[in-house]
């Protein structure tokens, strides 16, 4: 098996000199497979203070990030113009042109299914293991949003209730390899005890993989789903990662948070957890791994799941919004 392994492609560097900005790899036409890691900085931007940076593929969306960051970026096979930009104090703005070139990855040709936050599929309920219990809804508003048609999910609850949202977009049973990405936007965080964000794939065999990660308000943690039992008497459960996580009422509230996460399975269902990056921020799981194969008699699919956890033993609500959500399959 192949394994999916984040590597810096070059250590080259280009910079713009009124910006300043300093980009570590990929270097100016170099060849990369997708998805590929991006690492720049910058300190001043058109002489000022900077406050942010940005990136974006050709003319497409702006992916908002500190001013040193490391994420992973996905794009189409062929010739591309990865800008990469700053912003400044007193309405300062900059950036530097990449030439890349996108090769096919050497296994199975990559699939790349985006705006999943669209699908008219979406359905939600309670979690009945979270406890307590929750009433959720959904639907699609063009702000906040990235995109122009960003998914809206409304939780109330009470006792530490949570709600999960899923659709499906495909099948796939042959895919090992997976990066999810979506743009993150949380009201009031401070109602919110995890953030889940899960995909289920139905492999040749018949069981259900379950990638399930989430963001663990109690731990501090990433979160990784693992199978204690067998597939067909499954024991399903989460186990703390050793990569950190800022609690989820702590996240910056009316704010894009970017969530990039990879993984790959073997045959029998055996996941790895390799990394996750946000805002930015890119971390290597180690040791995360374990079987989570499930034989739960579905048909073909692909299934996503986003899930609110409620932070209160009494009531509340939670109001947060998914954009340019991705996953990449290879």
Request: hydrophobic share 40%.
């Amino acid at each position: 098996m192949k394994k999916f392994v984040l590597v810096f492609l070059a250590l080259a560097g280009s910079a713009a000199s009124a910006s300043a900005i300093t980009v570590t790899t990929p270097a100016s036409g170099a060849q990369v497979t997708s998805p590929f890691a991006l690492v720049a900085s910058t300190t001043t931007c058109n002489s000022k203070p900077a406050v942010s940076m940005g990136y974006s593929i050709d003319y497409g969306v702006t992916s908002i990030v500190p001013v040193s960051f490391s994420s992973l970026v996905l794009a189409g096979v062929g010739p591309h113009i990865l800008h990469v930009k700053c912003w400044g104090t007193n309405g300062a703005a900059g950036d530097t042109d990449l030439n890349i070139t996108v090769v096919p990855t050497a296994s199975v040709p990559q699939s790349v299914v985006s705006s999943i936050q669209r699908l008219s599929g979406w359905t939600w309920t309670h979690d009945s293991g979270t406890g307590g219990s929750s009433l959720g809804s959904s639907s699609i508003v063009a702000s906040p949003s990235l995109s122009g048609a960003a998914r809206q999910f409304s939780m109330s609850f009470s006792d530490y209730g949570g709600e999960i949202y899923h659709t499906t977009f495909g099948a796939d049973p042959l895919a090992t390899h997976f990066i999810y990405d979506a743009q993150l936007w949380i009201s009031d965080p401070a109602s919110v005890a995890n953030i889940e964000m899960d995909l289920n794939q139905v492999i040749a065999n018949g069981d259900t993989v379950i990638y399930g990660v989430q963001c663990d308000g109690w731990s501090g943690t990433w979160d990784y789903t693992v199978n204690k039992g067998t597939p067909t008497k499954p024991v399903d459960g989460w186990i703390h990662s050793d990569v950190p996580c800022p609690e989820p009422k702590t996240w910056a509230p009316n704010t894009w948070h970017h969530v990039q996460i990879g993984y790959f399975r073997d045959a029998l269902g055996n996941v790895t957890y390799q990394s996750v990056v946000l805002d930015g921020n890119m971390s290597e799981f180690a040791g995360a791994a374990g079987n989570s194969a499930f034989s739960l008699g579905w048909g073909s699919t692909l299934l996503t799941n986003f899930q609110l956890d409620g932070l209160s033993a009494n009531s509340g609500s939670v109001t947060a919004y998914l954009d340019n959500v991705t996953i990449s399959r290879w």
